[in-house]
């Protein structure tokens, strides 16, 4: 059965769109540790970074880098963690490889425990504001 992340990517389900390419994607992640969390997935369904061939790797790493240094500009310089569960012992619920950017901006502290809900508009917000550090 496909992953939650390839129905995004089909269109079957809706997401905040952050940038895509070709061979990846990155959208907003529904339950966020910090407004701004982002998801970067490749469109090959796998659930392992190992899994990928080379290729679909280094075009991952890149859009990586560009989605995160986005993130970081649209909170003013922020840090930011990029982290992968590679894998259901590491924490893994979605079975299909991606990273996450978390902006970590001054004074956050991060706690996975602590997920923050978006009011009503503000993921479009936040949606549109990185976005226009893509530009
Ligand atoms: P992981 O535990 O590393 O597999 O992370 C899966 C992430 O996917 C979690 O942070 C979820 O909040 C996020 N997530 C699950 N469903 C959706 C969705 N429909 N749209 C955006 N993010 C999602």
Aim: aromatic fraction near 10%; glycine fraction near 6%; charge should be negative.
């Amino acid at each position: 059965m496909a992953s939650i992340f390839t129905k995004i990517i089909q269109q079957e389900i809706p997401c905040e769109k952050i940038y895509e390419t070709e061979s990846e994607i990155a959208f907003l992640d529904i339950s966020p540790w910090s407004y701004g969390h982002t998801l970067v997935v490749p469109k090959h369904e796998v659930a392992k970074l190992e899994e990928l061939s080379v290729e679909e790797a280094t075009a991952l790493m890149t859009s990586l880098q560009t989605v995160a240094r986005a993130i970081s500009n649209a909170y003013d310089g922020a840090d930011y963690k990029v982290l992968l569960n590679n894998g259901e012992n590491a924490g893994q619920e979605v079975p299909h490889v991606h990273f996450h950017v978390i902006p970590c901006p001054k004074g956050f502290f991060f706690n996975s425990r602590n997920r923050y809900n978006y009011a009503e508009g503000e993921m479009a917000q936040t949606g549109e504001k990185i976005r226009s550090f893509l530009k």
